[in-house]
């Protein structure tokens, strides 16, 4: 069973949580034309085999969104981070870019 360390809340079930998207991506800047840069960023994915990192959101909780460091091979969770300074950061939104859920 997948389970999620909240910062605010701490250790739950990964099914309190949506997952938000791959945390790695960087959004185009929004005065970027090119559709192929668009088409890219909002459709193409990997599909990594590994470490990765990756946006969830804790819905049936504190509503707060965190980057998770996970291995999905073993489904081993490493690190949990509030994704709030890093989108901030990125855009200046509290929601974190590269999302699924924007």
Known sequence: ML?????FCGTRDHTEFNYGGDATLTRPDQSNTD???WVDYV???NNPKG???EYWQH???CRSWVK????TLTH???????????AQNISGSTKPVGGANQ
Do not use: L
Not at 76 to 86: P, Q
């Open 51 to 53: 470490p990765h990192q």
């Open 43 to 45: 459709f193409m994915r």
């Open 76 to 86: 081993e969770i490493t690190d949990v981070t509030f994704a709030k300074d890093i």
């Open 3 to 7: 389970r999620i360390n909240c910062p």
């Open 35 to 37: 559709m192929v840069t």
């Open 59 to 61: 819905v049936q909780g």
């Open 68 to 71: 998770v460091s996970r291995d």
